[in-house]
C-alpha cells in the first residue's frame, strides 16, 4: 500500500454513549472541501499507525482525547496536487471520546454531536456519509 504517489489517513468516528457521531464543519480557508461537514481525519506521520494517527488527528481537530474501539472499514479516493493524480487510502476508526469539550482550530468552523437520522441535517458530503455508516452498521 506504501507506493510513491499514495498517501495513508486515518478517520476517527466519535460515537458517544447516546450513538451520536461528532461532526466538524471544515474552515473556508482549507483549500480541500471547505466548509463541509465530516470526521476528524488526516495524513499519517511516517512509521504512526493509522489507530496512532486517528488518535492524533482528532485532538489537533477537536481538542477531544478517545480510545478506538475498534476499525469499522477502509475508504479510498484520488485527489490532485498540483497535477498528479494521488491515491488516498484511509482507514476508518470508531472511538470513544475520554473527554469533553470540542476545541476547533479555526473560528469558521463549527462541531456538532448528532444522531444517525440527523447526519444529513447538516451539508456532509457522500463520502463522509460513507465512513459514519461503516461506523453505525458494526455498532
Known amino acids: ?14 460515537m ?12 473556508e480557508k482549507e483549500r480541500f472541501l471547505p466548509r463541509v461537514w465530516g470526521v476528524p481525519c488526516g495524513k499519517l506521520e511516517p512509521g ?10 482528532l485532538k489537533e481537530e477537536t481538542g477531544l482525547l478517545g ?3 475498534r476499525k469499522v472499514g477502509e475508504s479510498s479516493f484520488v485527489s490532485d496536487y ?6 488516498n ?7 470513544r471520546p475520554l473527554s469533553e469539550g470540542v476545541t476547533l482550530p479555526e473560528p469558521d468552523q463549527d462541531a456538532r454531536w448528532l444522531g444517525r437520522s440527523e447526519l444529513t441535517s447538516v451539508e456532509i458530503d457522500a463520502y463522509n456519509l460513507d465512513i459514519v455508516s461503516q461506523a453505525y452498521t458494526e455498532s
Request: hydrophobic residues 40%.
Open 1 to 14: 500500500m506504501d507506493i510513491p504517489g499514495d498517501r495513508r489517513l486515518a478517520a476517527a468516528v466519535v
Open 16 to 27: 458517544d454513549g447516546k450513538q451520536r457521531v461528532l461532526l466538524v464543519r471544515r474552515s
Open 48 to 57: 504512526e499507525s493509522p489507530e496512532d494517527g486517528a488518535l492524533r488527528e
Open 67 to 69: 480510545e478506538v474501539v
Open 82 to 87: 498540483r497535477g498528479h493524480e494521488i491515491k
Open 89 to 95: 487510502w484511509q482507514e476508518n476508526f470508531l472511538v
